[in-house]
């Protein structure tokens, strides 16, 4: 018989080198096997003398020593070489269990042949039977095997009867047969079972392997124990994760927790809280979720139970994805440039704040700061200079309000701090006029002297408002007023505010409707040569007649539609209408137009203006189009480019305002300017200031040298006409001659103006 393995599966080949084992695990029963079938022998011996059986209990003795031998051999034999061996340990053992039941056989048989009417021979068949009838639960591995046997057994016996005996004597070796076969039958049933429960339990080892391999492959750690908090399964990342010695499971979950404190140095308060905290959650119906700091790390335990009460925890360290949270955090809380809060951080502790003075029924102080000319720097400096500006505010007001007050930065170049400890009336004004005072101080960044200025709302809490949100509001209402009235002062909100923040809505919701309603419309202001008494232009001022208010000031609604961008549209109409009125005036008579900064942004400017002068078919030289230096001020070479295309298109730049700006001399040298508008200011203080008379004669000259038309706005009285004319300044715009009216009532002054003021009249004045 030959048997191999070479070419079996992995899976297969340990099936067999287990069955193979298993013939050898009987020791007892194969010891009784030997001294059982040797009996049979000896007692014919004994009781016949016949020598030929004494030569039987001889060779079956022999063969038994074999038998045993290889028992031995095995047992000396280390597993993973029998196991690799299995096929010649299974020959070796079926060589001498085939040859030693093969002799039993046929001594039952001679026993039986020749005295089957004592006794003694119906003691061999029955020490026979018995033998046989074990084979099939010692040798249930190797069905192979027992055959062999079980032939080699019953077969002498069972064709001795049939030859020698009479018929009555068949039934026996009938009984034989199917014994045999049955015995057979029932080792490879057997057999298939054992095979069976070995295959799963190497499934079930693979199974484990895998298991194992998982769980300590896990970037995880993992505990897993019963209802009792007992572990009985802990991979190998809760030990790297912590540094202890590995446990042996099972172990309780406290012990486990106390060893993971005392590795990471943990004081006996921490590591008990840290115990109970763990042990609780374990202990939660429900799946959840705690992060704790062991040492200098931060791990998340995630625990949930099972239905059988047990639980099971996984570890994960999430050091890394905490720091990276916290500078998340740090970056969506502080503002990036000046290290102070930002907006959302500002509301947060502001509400705290808030909800603290409810139940201490203190006081607090919201100071709402905006920078002035911040936009300027930006503008002429650049945006780096701009940001290390507001660095340096940053830590000026820091120390302007230090700890327990709060500073932060809520976006822009707006700023706000808040007064703790319930401030008197007198230590917020005089922490406001340190603010006001260092923000006007000098900044000097990289050799650069900036002076800006700032502008203060303030409210206070409970008194304005309980919420952030509310508390903003008010300072922000206030510091519009402060911005709006003049900058460098600090205002303090009163609910007057919030009317007038109401009228504002009010009017801005009604002029977004007033252009569709035709309420809107254009009054002119002529612009006289007094020498003549002749309208040489007239400047188009737009105008709003509300049905229920009457008419609304400029001065109300033109910053609102600015604020709005409404001017945009507004102006384009206002432009439109402008030079369609200018058509039915001589043609001597230019119409100017006031350009509004937010129009100045627009991409499609120069393309407007060209379609109101196509539309209306006035001739571009004509039209005068005036701008402020706000206008100006930002995207110069963007202005420089839109100035040069309305020059192009045959129509007249006028700077409007001139000298109130610090930077107008600039654009007279850089843009292409042939009107100058001395803004009226100067006009009201020509009289009595004699600072104001040099500006006003310096303008002049320096108009005349430039070859500039030079108007004088908001002339009212002759003393004013006449000492223009001291300073050869003949162009006039102001109530002298007119105030803004309709075309209608101008038209008939546009070709002769016979009582209009004349220079020799202002003389006489």
């Known amino acids: 018989m030959k048997v191999s393995i070479h070419h079996k ?48 209990v001889a060779m079956m003795a022999a063969v038994g020593a074999y038998r045993v031998e290889v028992l031995l051999a095995h047992q000396r034999t280390p597993i993973q070489i029998r196991r690799r061996d299995a096929a010649i340990w299974e020959r070796r053992y079926a060589t001498g269990a085939i040859m030693f039941m093969g002799l039993l056989g046929f001594s039952a048989a001679v026993l039986f042949n020749y005295h089957h009417q004592e006794m003694i021979g119906y003691y061999g068949v029955i020490i026979m039977t018995g033998v046989t009838g074990n084979l099939a639960s010692r040798n249930a591995a190797r069905p192979n095997i027992v055959f062999w046997q079980v032939m080699g057994t ?35 049933f057997l057999q298939g079972h054992l095979e069976s429960a070995l295959r799963n339990g190497i499934d079930a080892m693979r199974q484990r392997q895998k298991f194992s391999i998982a769980l300590n492959s896990m970037t995880h750690g993992l505990c897993m124990g019963d209802s ?137 102080a919201l100071i709402n700061i905006d920078l002035d000319r911040f936009k300027e720097v930006n503008d002429t400096l650049g945006h780096v200079f701009g940001d290390q500006l507001l660095a340096h505010v940053g830590a000026r007001l820091s120390l302007c309000a230090p700890t327990p007050n709060l500073v932060a930065r809520l976006g822009g170049d707006e700023f706000c701090v808040v007064m703790r400890g319930s401030p008197e009336t007198e230590q917020i004004a005089a922490m406001a ?13 990289d050799g650069h002297r900036i002076t800006i200025g700032a502008s203060i709302g303030v409210a206070i809490a409970p008194t304005d408002a309980d919420t952030p949100v509310g508390l903003l509001r008010c300072s922000d209402l206030a510091l519009y007023k402060a911005k709006t009235n003049s900058r460098g002062t600090a205002v303090w909100y009163t609910p007057k505010m919030q009317e007038e923040l109401l009228r504002k809505r009010e009017i801005e919701d009604d002029l977004r409707e007033a252009l569709a309603r035709n309420e809107l419309s254009v009054f002119y202001q002529p612009i006289v040569d007094s020498r003549r008494g002749a309208v040489v232009a007239m400047e188009a001022l737009l ?70 002068l196509e539309e209306t078919g006035l001739p571009p030289e004509r039209l005068e189009l005036e701008i402020t230096e706000s206008a100006l001020i930002s995207h110069t070479e963007d202005v420089e ?100 009216r309709p075309i209608e009532e101008l038209l008939p002054l546009l070709e002769d103006w016979a009582d209009a003021p004349r220079l020799a009249e202002a003389a006489l004045a």
């Open 9 to 56: 599966t992995s899976a297969e080949a340990e099936i067999y080198a287990d069955l193979v084992e298993t013939l050898f695990d009987t020791t007892h029963t194969l010891i009784t096997g030997i001294l059982s079938g040797v009996l049979i022998p000896t007692i014919a011996w004994l009781s016949t003398g016949t020598a030929s059986y004494l030569g039987l």
């Open 154 to 188: 019953c077969m002498s016996l069972a064709f001795t009867l049939l030859i020698n005996f009479s018929p009555w004597y068949w039934g026996i070796s009938a009984f034989l047969f199917f014994g045999a076969l049955s015995v057979f039958k029932t080792t490879k």
């Open 228 to 364: 009792t908090l007992t572990i009985s399964v802990m991979n190998r990342r809760i030990v790297e994760f912590f540094g202890i010695v590995a446990a042996a499971t099972p172990i309780r979950l406290d012990a486990l927790a106390h060893a993971i404190g005392r590795s990471a140095g943990m004081a006996p308060v921490e590591t008990s809280m840290f115990t109970e905290r763990w042990m609780r959650h374990a202990s939660m119906a429900h799946a959840n979720v705690f992060m704790h700091k062991i040492g200098d790390r931060y791990f998340d335990f995630h625990c949930e139970r099972a239905e059988d009460g047990a639980f099971i925890t996984v570890v994960e360290d999430v050091t890394t994805k905490q720091r990276a949270l916290r500078e998340i955090e740090r970056i969506a809380h502080f503002d990036e440039l000046t290290g102070l809060p930002n907006r959302y951080q500002f509301q947060d502790a502001l509400g705290e704040d808030l909800s603290q003075l409810k139940v201490e029924g203190r006081t607090a």
């Open 433 to 445: 006029s340190r603010i006001l005072t260092e923000m006007s101080r000098p900044f000097l960044i």
């Open 543 to 612: 105008r709003w007649r509300h049905p229920q208010r009457g008419m609304v000031s400029p001065g109300v609604f033109i910053p609102i539609a600015e604020e709005t961008g409404m001017i945009v549209e507004i102006g384009a109409w206002a432009l439109r209408q402008a030079c369609r009125d200018a058509t039915e005036w001589p043609s001597h008579i230019r119409v100017a137009v006031n350009l509004a900064p937010l129009q100045f942004q627009q991409s499609d400017l120069v393309d407007t203006i060209a379609a109101a």
């Open 641 to 740: 480019a839109k100035l040069n295309s309305i020059t192009l298109l045959g129509a007249r730049l006028a700077l409007d305002d001139f000298g109130t700006g610090y930077s107008s001399l600039s654009y007279l040298n850089r843009f292409p300017v042939k009107k100058v508008k001395i803004d009226q200011a100067f006009s009201r203080q020509a009289i009595d200031s004699a600072k104001t008379q040099a500006i006003i004669g310096a303008i002049s000259t320096l108009a005349r040298d430039l070859d500039l038309d030079l108007v004088a706005e908001g002339v009212e009285t002759h003393a004013q006409l006449a000492f223009m004319a001291s300073k050869n300044i003949f162009l006039i715009q102001g109530y002298l001659y007119s105030k803004p």
